[in-house]
C-alpha cells in the first residue's frame, strides 16, 4: 500500500473515528428540559444532570431523564423540589462550573394536631444537616398564622434550629381585615388558658412527632408575643422566649421562681399600644420573679415594627414597618439565643 495511504488509513482510525464517536455521545448528552415548574414567582426548568450546567438550575444526583420523570409529581411540591435544585453562577449560566447549593434550608411540611376539639394546622421548617441546634416555636401576629410567620420560621431553619410555626385559631381560620382580628384574639385575651393550651397542644405534637429537641424556644408577633409571654410567665418548660412587639398586660404577677424561660422583649419606644405603665409594670413583676429578662426598647418604632405588610411609617400612623429595628431585633434575638440555648 501506498506509504501516504497508509498513513491516511491509520489517522482515520485513530484520530477522527474516536473524534466522532465522541462528539456524538455529547450531543446525546445536550441537556434537554424534562419538566417545568412554578415556585417563588419564576419558573424552573430540571434539566438532565452534566457537567454543563445550562440556564440557572438543574436537578443533581439524578443520572438519567427517566428518573427525573419519574420524580416528577414528588418535585412538584416547592419544598421537596428545593431538596434537588443547584444554582448556578448568573453572570455564567452556560459556562461548565461548580454548582452552588440553592440554600433554602431544609424540608418543610404542615404538621397537623388537635386541641379542644379542633383541628389545627401548624407549619415544620426543618434546618439542613443532621443535628439541630434545638427547636423554636412561632407564635402569629392577630390575623392568624400567614406568610410572613412561615418565612420567619425559614429564617429560624436557616440558623439551625428546627422551626414550628403554630396555629392558635384552627387549621384555615385567618382574619381578613382588623375587625376580625381583634375578633378572634379578643377570645383568647378574654381566655388565657385557652390560649396557653393552645401552645401547650403544639408543643405535644412536637413531642408527639418526634420533633422536639433537648432546647426549647418560643417567639411571637404582636398577639403572638403576648401569648409567649403569658406561658413563660406561667412557668411553661421553655428554655427562651422573645417577643417582638407583643402587648405586656396581664391578669397575674407571676409568682417568685415561676418563670423559668430566659425572656428577651423586643418593643417599639414610641408604640401606643404599649403604655409605659405596662412597661413598667411588666419589668416589676419579672424582677420580683427572679426572672432573667432583658427589655430593649427601639427608637423611631411603633406597633408591628417587624412587618413589613404593615407599610411605611407615616405621621400618626399606629402600626408600620422599622427595617432598622427589624434587623436589629433579629440580631438580638439570635445572639440572645445563643446565650440560652447553647
Excluded at 158 to 182: C, H, Q, S
Excluded at 277 to 292: G, L, Q, S
Amino acid at each position: 500500500m501506498n506509504p501516504y495511504a497508509r498513513g491516511a488509513l491509520i489517522f482515520l482510525i485513530t484520530i477522527l473515528v474516536p473524534a466522532c464517536t465522541l462528539f456524538a455521545q455529547a450531543s446525546a448528552d445536550t441537556p434537554t428540559p424534562i419538566e417545568r415548574f412554578s415556585g417563588n414567582a419564576q419558573p424552573y426548568e430540571l434539566h438532565h444532570p452534566v457537567l454543563r450546567i445550562p440556564r440557572s438550575l438543574r436537578v443533581r444526583n439524578y443520572p438519567s431523564p427517566i428518573e427525573i420523570e419519574g420524580l416528577a409529581e414528588e418535585l412538584s411540591r416547592p419544598e421537596v423540589l428545593r431538596d434537588y435544585l443547584v444554582q448556578a453562577d448568573p453572570l455564567f449560566p452556560d459556562e461548565p462550573q461548580q454548582p452552588r447549593i440553592w440554600n433554602f434550608g431544609g424540608r418543610e411540611y404542615d404538621l397537623r394536631y388537635n386541641h379542644d376539639n379542633e383541628r389545627m394546622r401548624g407549619f415544620i421548617v426543618e434546618p439542613a444537616g443532621e443535628a439541630p441546634r434545638g427547636t423554636v416555636l412561632i407564635v402569629h401576629q392577630w390575623r392568624g398564622l400567614g406568610d410572613e410567620e412561615k418565612e420567619r420560621a425559614r429564617m429560624i431553619a436557616k440558623l439551625g434550629y428546627v422551626a414550628f410555626a403554630i396555629d392558635m385559631y384552627g387549621d384555615g381560620v385567618r382574619a381578613e381585615n382588623n375587625e376580625e382580628a381583634a375578633e378572634l384574639a379578643g377570645k383568647y385575651y378574654a381566655d388565657r388558658q385557652l390560649m396557653r393550651g393552645r401552645v401547650q397542644a403544639a408543643i405535644e405534637a412536637l413531642r408527639e412527632n418526634k420533633k422536639s429537641t433537648e432546647t426549647l424556644a418560643a417567639l411571637g408577633y404582636c398577639f403572638g408575643g403576648t401569648v409567649v409571654l403569658e406561658c413563660a410567665r406561667h412557668g411553661f418548660e421553655l428554655d427562651a422566649v422573645v417577643s417582638f412587639h407583643g402587648g405586656l398586660s396581664f391578669e397575674s404577677a407571676p409568682r417568685r421562681g415561676q418563670v423559668t424561660a430566659s425572656v428577651l422583649v423586643c418593643n417599639g419606644y414610641d408604640d401606643p399600644l404599649v403604655s409605659i405603665e405596662d412597661r413598667n409594670e411588666f419589668k416589676r413583676e419579672m424582677a420580683n420573679a427572679d426572672a432573667d429578662f432583658v427589655f430593649i426598647d427601639y427608637a423611631d418604632a411603633v406597633h408591628s415594627f417587624t412587618s413589613k405588610a404593615a407599610g411605611p411609617m407615616e405621621p400618626g400612623k399606629v402600626a408600620a414597618y422599622n427595617e432598622t429595628a427589624d434587623k436589629r431585633s433579629w440580631i438580638a434575638m439570635q445572639r440572645f439565643f445563643e446565650d440560652t440555648l447553647e
